[in-house]
């Protein structure tokens, strides 16, 4: 295992050594009660709780209990009546240069006026509601009014399809959906009302459509279901938020697993709010007047937590940019940054390799000397990769912190916390586990491995920021999570701990991929190519990919009778037309037939090392369910398939 380049010298311009860090740490780990009852206070409660965790029904948990707090007061209210109430909340931008400023005071209007608009069409406490969206200032605006009535958001990644946004809603059960005319894409309009409308005859459960007005291009109007944003979100009376109990449901996000169903991740609102909150403090240190960029997007967990709650709690000024880093032109991102004078970057590694091809005289050709702090997410950031960013964008200036977690683990786990101490980085490393996170590698038996050796990461004790529980799904919740070590927290993740204590996260241990960053699991890839009509069978696997990290193949037998003239266009159309465009296979071969167990199991793995011409000697530890003859006939006819297929 490598361990990159020797390890920066920090202590040189950063305060050196690991100061608050290891006492904060210990005494999260020795008396977390202590600990977190310090932590908590970083939001204004109602009530006090009455016990800070609450292990009784394990491995469900229950965080600052009874507890009473809302977290959009946390968010909005303290700051709009207070000294922020003319900062700036968000800094909105899109590719076009158009520009709006919202003020703590401004957001804090905007979202009374919708939440009096949801209670007067009937959303109470409870109620699921759906949110479709462009990145906008409604977004945030939707998710805080929500928190603010105790409605349960499910936010909906505006790259989903029809059936991708149906599946979610049937699934929570939403009774109204927000969303907007259009969202712009590279300077294309991308029809988001049109794929609510085709997903909403698949669902029974809504009754009412909220759309706001952005790109202006023309929509269907359903009498009696839809209304327009404009019309009945108005300046009204104040509502006033919920006391909302620490443990209740403040959203549900759902993200890909090994099954095809997408997962609804439920997160609370006291212990996510309290983590999400104290993580950006540590891991990023931002200070009162800084211009936070954390450039994701809303629909994934890193929007949810470090665009619109975090940042908001900590009353801080956020850039929210509506557009792509590379358009109109390669260099947007530079200048946006140049221009709006960001003090902190947070993005993928796809992106900051996707930025590094375009070459070095981009970034050079722009003031980006406003940056003091640079961030990463999402997937492993190769050390070519850390150190271009290192270098090329943060002048050998900017602490690098890769922040490692999940959509289930609320806010961030393993990651350099500059905020309260400095370790050296490692380019490569999410370094040290936050205070409260106490992981450990381990084999396929639970024994606990020595440094250096590669295992399942596992974290061994509960903190506040951890899901609350799956949408209708107790039995995944257990197993998935807590069953392959009892009680101890399964991340699904292989790494490795280094001598000096430092994770180095090695990429997924299950089906699931990571493209762009992006969560995607294969079977669900496999859903959508059969949704298309004319696929019979489909075998997905991932593949590394210079920018992406991985890429998506498919391997698909036809339907019989299928007489489409370029198969490969009509199954990239239809899963775009279905899933969305971000479901579409990188590589879609077609072949006669695939291998499979005599249980009829596609042997994914089969096709996987054939295809990259990987077989290992030891077939049997490829696919389980199978003997190693079946194995060995369903390798030679594959060889034959693909021999056939590249002929043709
Ligand atoms: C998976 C979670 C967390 C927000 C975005 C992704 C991978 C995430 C890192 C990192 C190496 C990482 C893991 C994890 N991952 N951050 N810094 N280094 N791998 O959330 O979609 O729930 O995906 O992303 O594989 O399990 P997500």
């Known amino acids: 295992m490598t361990e990159g380049p020797n390890p920066l010298p920090f202590d040189s311009f950063m305060n050196p050594g690991l100061g608050k860090y290891s006492k904060a740490y210990k005494e999260s780990i020795e008396t977390p009660e202590k600990f977190y009852e310090g932590a908590a206070w970083i939001l204004d409660w109602y009530s006090k709780w009455d016990s800070v965790l609450d292990k009784s029904n394990e491995p469900y948990y229950k965080w600052f209990v009874n507890g009473k707090l809302n977290v959009c007061y946390n968010a909005v209210d303290r700051h709009a009546n207070g000294n922020r109430r003319n900062k700036a909340a968000y800094i909105w931008v899109d590719e076009k240069g158009n520009e709006k400023i919202v003020t703590y005071r401004g957001l804090y209007k905007r979202v009374n006026a919708l939440a009096r608009a949801l209670r007067e069409m009937g959303i109470r406490k409870g109620d699921r509601i759906a949110i479709y969206m462009p990145m906008i200032i409604e977004e945030p605006v939707a998710m805080l009014a929500a928190a603010r009535i105790g409605a349960v958001f499910t936010l909906i990644f505006s790259g989903f399809g029809a059936e991708a946004i149906a599946e979610r809603i ?129 629909g994934w967990i890193t929007g949810h937590s470090y665009i619109v709650f975090a940042p908001l709690i900590l009353g801080l000024t956020s850039i929210l940019y509506e557009g792509s880093f590379d358009y109109p032109t390669p260099d947007q991102i530079w200048k946006l940054i140049a221009y709006y004078e960001a003090d902190i970057l947070y993005t993928s590694p796809t992106a900051i390799r996707a930025l590094m091809k375009y070459g070095d005289e981009y970034p050079k050709s722009h003031n980006l000397s406003s940056l003091r702090v640079l961030g990463t997410v999402g997937e492993p950031i190769n050390p070519v990769a850390w150190e271009w960013y290192y270098e090329k964008i943060g002048s050998s200036q900017c602490p690098i912190i890769d922040t490692y977690w999940q959509t289930e683990t609320g806010g961030f786990v393993i990651s350099p916390a500059i905020g309260i101490g400095v370790a050296p980085l490692k380019p490569g490393s999410a370094t040290l586990p936050l205070p409260g996170i106490d992981p450990v590698i381990m084999d396929q038996d639970g024994k606990e491995l020595p440094a250096g050796e590669k295992g399942f990461l596992v974290i061994r004790k509960p903190w506040p920021g951890l899901m609350i529980g799956l949408n209708n799904d107790d039995e995944k919740y257990r197993s998935m999570y807590f069953g392959k070590f009892k009680n101890m927290y399964f991340t699904g993740d292989y790494a ?96 006669g037939s695939l291998p499979k167990t005599r249980s009829g199991k596609i042997m994914r793995r089969i ?27 369903a390798i030679e006819k594959f060889r034959k398939e693909l021999k056939m297929a590249n002929d043709q």
């Open 496 to 591: 490795i701990k280094d001598k000096d204590g430092y994770y180095w996260l090695l990429g997924r241990a299950d089906e699931v991929l990571k493209v762009s960053g992006h969560r995607i699991g294969t079977i669900e890839v496999e859903d959508a190519l059969l949704s298309t009509g004319i696929v019979a069978e489909a075998g997905v696997f991932g593949k590394p990919h210079q920018v992406k990290g991985e890429s998506i193949v498919s391997f698909v037998v036809l339907k019989s009778g299928t007489t489409s003239e370029s198969p490969v266009d009509t199954i990239k159309n239809g899963v775009r037309h279905n899933f969305g465009p971000i479901l579409i296979p990188d590589e879609i071969h077609i072949v």
């Open 170 to 298: 049937n699934d929570c059960g939403a009774r109204l959906v927000i969303t907007a005319d259009g969202g712009y894409r590279r300077g294309k309009i991308v029809p988001l009302k049109e794929s609510v409308d085709r997903a909403l005859e698949l669902t029974k459960t809504v009754e009412t459509v909220i759309v706001v007005k952005h790109t202006g291009s023309e929509i269907n109007v359903v009498e009696g279901r839809d209304y327009w944003y404009h019309d009945v979100v108005q300046d009204k009376e104040l509502v006033e938020p919920e006391r909302m109990d620490s443990n209740d449901p403040l959203f549900i996000l759902y993200t890909s697993g090994t099954t095809g169903k997408p997962k609804g991740v439920v997160h609370g609102n006291g212990g996510y709010a309290v983590w999400i909150a104290n993580t950006l403090k540590w891991a990023f240190d931002p200070q009162e007047n800084d211009r936070w960029w954390c450039a994701a997007d809303i």
């Open 607 to 633: 096709i996987k090392a054939v295809y990259q011409d990987q077989i290992p000697g030891d077939i049997t530890t490829l696919e389980s369910g199978a003997s190693v003859e079946e194995i060995k006939e």
